[in-house]
Each structure stands twice: as C-alpha cells, then as structure tokens.
C-alpha cells in the first residue's frame, strides 16, 4: 500500500523561504507524475506543482516563479522548493499522484507565512 508523508513544513516570514519533501512509504516515485497540492481555508485544494515522468513540469499562477518542485531519486523523494513566501501560500500542503491516489493522503505539512 502506498502511503505519503510530507514533512519540512513550518512558520516563514513573508518574503522567507521553506523546502518540503515527500516520502513514499509503498513505491517509487520514478514510476509516475508527483503533485503537491495545499488545502487553505476550509476544506478546499487543488494542485500547486506537478512533476512529470519525463521531468516536464507545472505550476499554478499564483506560485509560479517562486516555487520549484523536484525529485531526489536518491533518497526517493519529491521537493517542493518555496521563495519569495506570501501570506496567501498559508496552507496545510500535501504531495500525491497526479491524478491522486485517494486512500494515500498523508497527514500533510502545515505552511504558515505570516509576520
């Protein structure tokens, strides 16, 4: 069974900077596209960044330019890089397949950009 655990996350002052990281406890993450997502307020998310099998990748609008994702294939993780941090990146965020595997959400890792 396939299960994430994202990690990395924390309190950043705007304009700071965090990395997070995903690990895959069930396969690895060569084998497929990667996400991460967030979830803001209440209860809805949608998708940040995605990695590809070929390493293509895609942003949302409102992340893109500051924000990186990458795989360390060494340690069988996915990154997410975060530059320039603006209040409106607070969020709990989460990695997943793209499209996401429904039974193998993690706990997230909460991101709180805030003076």
């Known amino acids: 069974q396939v299960q994430f655990v994202e990690s990395g996350g924390g309190l950043a002052q705007p304009g700071g900077s965090l990395t997070l990281s995903c690990a895959s406890s069930?396969?690895?993450?060569?084998?497929?596209?990667m996400g991460w997502y967030r979830q803001g307020t209440g209860k809805l998310w949608f998708l940040v960044a995605k990695?590809?099998?070929?390493?293509?990748?895609y942003y949302t609008n409102p992340v893109k330019g500051r924000f990186t994702i990458s795989r360390d294939s060494a340690k069988n993780t996915v990154l997410l890089q975060m530059n320039s941090l603006k209040p409106e990146d607070t969020a709990v965020y989460y990695c997943?397949?793209?499209?996401?595997?429904?039974?193998?959400w993690g706990q997230g890792t909460q991101v709180t950009v805030s003076s």
């Open positions: 997943n397949d793209v499209p996401i595997r429904r039974d193998a």
């Open positions: 069930g396969r690895l993450f060569s084998t497929g596209a």
């Open positions: 990695i590809s099998i070929d390493g293509s990748t």
